[in-house]
């Protein structure tokens, strides 16, 4: 279990925020979060009884409005303390997202994509992964397999945004694979070797992506998109064969507005419309996760069926997994710090602090094949001790009517018919479950393996014997010669 993690991120005033003469309402102390209505007087309340200040705490609040400040929070800051986690869960296995959230313009790009000289989570987790699969290359045997696709949702459409011209880019079919979950169906996937490989994808996305000028920005992304990452690990641990697959979903979603706000008309409303649709449901989404959590802390009350609405938009659906799911995941709300913004700020911060009572359940995503050999290893371990167990307990009872000869043949031949059942029960169901599969070369070590763990366990039983024997060889010389 693991609780979805949250951060805000306030950005420099722009230029029509300066242009507007707006005041700075936002502080940030630590992981807290202050926003301040400057329509109630200080020391006051408003009509209803509003307060002037409200603070939220986060697991992290970003101080990025100023370069100048002790406090300011960089492009690298932020991967230090959010990306290095996705690299750490995605070599562990794990699954990962990370999500921008915020208002038109609040820097959510700048924050997952950035800008040439000062790029933001997405390139540096790339660049972070691909240097530790160089770090471990070079003193493991360990192989990586590095697959990335690039996707937009536009008007509740999904497109590929790596896929040549020529083919069909737009509206790609969302369909659910029973173990693996939602997937795009004919979504271009492109094997990656370094850094660079990655580096050419993603600009070639970028350029594909939907944006156009709006009120609150020059370049706004009208589309969400879905950067994913498919990192496969093979390698041996404790002589064991270990493969695991971990895929990292990171976000930028298009941008939450109100038409007012953002000028919009004609297609741009529509657009809003739709984006809003997806940041609608995926609000809803949010809501009942977080209720489903509480309700799950609290065994004396009793349990509502809350109902998630992943399936109402195409951005909640594909990110099933990721929100209550299983996922590691990060959520990054971006916000102004301009009084101007004051209303969308504030939705953004309830957004952001709803978001965190999600309880997500990751685990290690391991090949089954593997599994099953480190069970089959666990089970082996089991019946040795088992097998030393009964070994004592025959002697412990030695003077009574079985001599110790006979209880040692009892005891070697219950041993015998237990690895012969576990062997019987394990082998087949272990060989029929596609092992000959060639995947990494995994092949000739799982079955070689086996063969080694059955040996092992065959020369450790006939040492023990051997040495009961022995124990029994000298209590008779001992008693032999005493008569
Ligand atoms: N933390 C920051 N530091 C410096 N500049 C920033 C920061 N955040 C955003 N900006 C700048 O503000 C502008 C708008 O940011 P950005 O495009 O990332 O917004 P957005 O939230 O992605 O907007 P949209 O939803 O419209 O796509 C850009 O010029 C960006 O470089």
Known sequence: MASVKVAVRVRPMNRREKDLEAKFIIQMEKSKTTITNLKIPEGGTGDSGR??????????????????????????????????????????????????????????????????????????????????????????????????SYLEIYNERVRDLLRRKSSKTFNLRVREHPKEGPYVEDLSKHLVQNYSDVEELMDAGNINRTTAATGMNDVSSRSHAIFTIKFTQAKFDSEMPCETVSKIHLVDLAGSERADATGATGVRLKEGGNINKSLVTLGSVISALADLSQDAANPLVKKKQVFVPYRDSVLTWLLKDSLGGNSKTIMIATISPADVNYGETLSTLRYANRAKNIINKPTINEDANVKLIRELRAEIARLKTLLAQGNQIALLDSPTALSMEEKLQQNEARVKHQLYVFFDNTVPRYFSATIFRIKFGVLNITSKALHYLASVVLLEFERQQREELEKLESKRTFQLEKS
């Open 51 to 148: 307060e002037r200040t409200k603070t939220f705490t986060y697991d992290f609040s970003f101080y990025s409005a100023d370069t100048k400040s002790p406090n300011y929070v960089s492009q690298e800051m932020v991967f230090k303390t959010l990306g290095t986690d996705v690299v750490k869960s995605a070599f562990e296995g794990y699954n990962a997202c990370v999500f921008a959230y915020g208002q038109t313009g609040s820097g959510k790009s700048y924050t997952m994509m950035g800008n040439s000289g000062d790029s933001g989570l997405i390139p540096r987790i790339c660049e972070g992964l691909f240097s530790q699969i160089n770090e471990t290359t070079r003193w493991d045997e360990a192989s990586f397999r590095t697959e990335v």
